[in-house]
């Protein structure tokens, strides 16, 4: 193919994709386009020469059409890396809601996405030297089951709202300088906090929303920006020591961030929402247990600058459920988590003796949040997966999970005074609400190169944190499907 015909498929193939449809980086095919940044943060230093350019390697799916006439390696020899793909999800409540409580039935609903990642290596195109721009735009559609049977706390799916209901909505543009040879990277522009901080591409391997994205905790407040919502920001990460990293971030916090009315497409660029600035700040160590057995642990905070209201209080430090005065105002706020992941054994080694992708791996993990403006005051999770646990699926994989939620007493204490009253509850509530348990088993079959279906059962113990609310048990299926 001559280089002409190949710039011109290259350049339609961008276009067409640029009004359709996703992508993300893996290697992989079950993981999802918000994971993308989180590939790097999951590598350790030095784990290859960064050769021949000194931008990290982008991913690269096992996609439906993999390299179409050789195309993908082209692009990616001349510095351009294109992902796509589009994620279902659907679920169904399998029992009925509660009676005389709220506007609730039993049903079921669906949610997707589609998206497109694209990645330029501007050390190939223009010898920018460890220069690169990613950019990830997508389109949602559709709702989650959960809040048939009353649940706002935890969602049956991750893919819902966020995605401004237009054909194209924008979640990232940023670009990252690499130096050092992979030691440090600095990235801003337009970015998702939460696909760099309290980061894992393994959450996804579930569908549930306590965990999918990041631990529903850690955007406890709404204003840390994730996936698909992104703000101005700056990232620096430094790998000081060959299996440990430390990186500090600024992001300026956006009223209505996730909002359709104020920000529908994403490419609202102008500071007229923006209300503060949040500084997290995250240490990661990966050592590979016994030479060939990975993990990842992380620690980090996140100090929020942005004007939030007192969940318990007025002004005077009262009750304002009693007094009826304005909540009080707090000029700064926290949250702070410890994250983990280890792969605990390995069915199969390859042909080198060194660890292949089956085996078994834990992930679990605290996050705390500040209790005087936190709905969610702290949240626990915990899960085992099984990939390749069969020789002949190598794949495949088995997945469990569950999410603890303890919602923060001040909520709690204005629910009951609020009840006395017969006033109408905050955060949707039609009871009190105390602590919420969600689980989710589910079996990733990869039907054929790029395309993942998943059925899963997922259990709502205390639906909203709520004990007036009968526990859901809910079935779905997902499909994740990888076109490049």
Not at 435 to 451: K, P, Q
């Amino acid at each position: 193919m001559s280089p002409f015909l190949r710039w011109s498929l290259a350049v339609a193939c961008l276009v067409g994709m640029s009004v359709s449809t996703p992508g993300r980086a893996a290697d992989n095919s079950d993981e999802e386009t918000g994971s993308e940044p989180s590939y790097q943060i999951n590598d350790p230093f030095p784990d290859r020469p960064l050769q021949p350019t000194s931008v990290p390697d982008f991913g690269q799916p096992k996609a439906v059409f993999y390299n179409p006439f050789g195309l993908t390696d082209w692009l990616r020899r001349h510095g351009i890396g294109v992902l796509l793909d589009n994620i279902n999800e659907y679920a169904a409540a399998v029992t009925t809601p509660t009676k005389n409580v709220g506007n609730y039935r039993q049903g079921s609903s669906n949610a997707g996405q589609y998206a497109l990642s694209l990645n330029v290596d501007w050390e190939r195109i223009a010898h920018i030297r460890g220069f690169a721009t990613h950019m990830v735009v997508t389109g949602r559609y559709g709702t989650p089951a959960n809040r048939m049977f009353g649940d706002w706390l935890n969602h049956s799916s991750e893919i819902y709202g966020g995605g401004g209901n237009v054909v194209v909505h924008l979640v990232m543009a940023y670009g990252e300088e690499t130096l050092y040879g992979g030691k440090l990277s600095i990235a801003a522009g337009r970015m998702a906090e939460l696909s760099d901080f309290v980061a894992s591409p393994l959450f996804c391997t579930f569908q549930l929303n306590a965990i999918c994205g990041r631990p529903r905790a850690a955007a406890d407040t709404g204003y840390a920006s994730s996936f698909p919502a992104g703000n101005w920001g700056l990232r620096v990460r430094g790998r000081p020591l060959a299996h440990s990293y430390v990186q500090l971030g600024l992001y300026m916090t956006e009223e209505g961030m996730f909002s359709y009315a104020m920000n529908r497409s994403g490419f609202k660029f102008n500071g007229a929402y923006i209300n503060g600035v949040r500084l997290p700040l995250e240490l990661g160590w990966e050592p590979r247990l016994h030479g060939y057995l990975p993990g990842h642990y992380k620690v980090g905070a996140a100090l929020t600058t942005t004007p939030l209201s007192d969940i318990h209080e007025d002004q005077y430090g009262k009750p304002y459920a009693l007094t009826g005065l304005s909540q009080r105002q707090h000029r700064a706020s926290y949250n702070v988590w410890v994250l983990m992941d280890q792969k605990l054994r390995t069915y199969r080694r390859d042909s080198t003796g060194k660890n292949a992708d089956a085996g078994l791996t834990a992930l679990w993990g605290f996050l705390y949040n500040d209790p005087h403006v936190a709905l969610r005051h702290w949240q626990v999770y915990g899960g085992l997966i099984s990939r390749g646990t069969w020789a002949s699926r190598p794949d495949d994989t088995i997945a469990v999970a569950f999410s603890y939620t303890a919602i923060s007493p001040g909520v709690q204490r204005t629910e009951e005074l609020l009840r006395a009253r017969g006033a109408v509850l905050p955060y949707r509530a039609t009871g009190i609400q105390r602590h919420a348990i969600v689980m989710e088993a589910n079996y990733g079959w990869h039907a054929w190169r790029g395309i993942l279906m998943q059925p899963m059962v997922q259990l709502f113990v205390r639906p909203n944190g709520q004990g007036n609310l009968k526990n859901a048990a809910l079935l779905g299926f997902k499909t994740h499907v990888e076109f490049l």
